[in-house]
């Protein structure tokens, strides 16, 4: 299997194991958090597919997506307030306590999906498929440390 192959199928469970699970209580903090990362997975899907080759590579489809994925992956961001304890939903009380560390996490991702859309926009499939796989491994780095396991 390929290695951009193997990462993107471990993104995808990562985002379906998101769907399942026991629900754990959440503030408004985490309400507005969950909302702000459902609504930038579809376009995040959508480029997937086409990195995957599950569906024909469109530049155009691409670019949109990952320009709005790059706009939409700011908001989630601005939600990591504390609902107080037992109200935090998927996020562990580690983010907290070790915000240093949850910060530069943050800001990795955000290089990586400011990477991503600049491949996107200059359109060359191969270092999207690079770009796109330092996305997923963004999310999965901050996932395993600072999300609740599903």
């Given amino acids: 299997m390929k290695p951009v192959s193997a990462l993107l199928m471990l993104c995808a469970a990562i985002g379906l194991a998101a769907c399942g699970g026991t629900p754990v209580e959440k503030g408004p903090n985490s309400?507005?958090?969950?909302?702000a990362f459902k609504k930038?997975?579809?376009?995040?899907?959508?480029?997937?597919?086409?990195?995957k080759d599950e569906e024909p590579y469109d530049v155009e489809k691409f670019k949109t997506a990952a320009a709005s994925f790059d706009t939409l992956s700011k908001a989630?961001?601005?939600?990591?307030?504390?609902?107080?304890?037992?109200?935090?939903?998927?996020?562990?009380?580690?983010?907290?306590?070790?915000?240093a560390k949850f910060k530069a996490e943050e800001d990795k991702f955000?290089?990586?999906?400011?990477v991503?859309?600049?491949?996107a926009q200059a359109g060359n499939l191969a270092d999207i498929k690079v770009a796109y796989g330092d996305v997923g491994a963004s999310c999965k780095a901050c996932h395993d440390t600072f999300?609740?396991?599903k």
């Fill in 31 to 35: 309400e507005v958090r969950t909302a």
């Fill in 40 to 51: 930038m997975m579809p376009d995040f899907t959508s480029m997937g597919k086409m990195v």
């Fill in 76 to 99: 989630p961001f601005e939600h990591f307030t504390s609902d107080g304890e037992g109200k935090d939903g998927d996020a562990l009380p580690n983010i907290w306590t070790d915000a």
């Fill in 110 to 114: 955000h290089a990586a999906v400011a």
């Fill in 116 to 119: 991503l859309n600049e491949k």
């Fill in 147 to 149: 999300r609740r396991p």
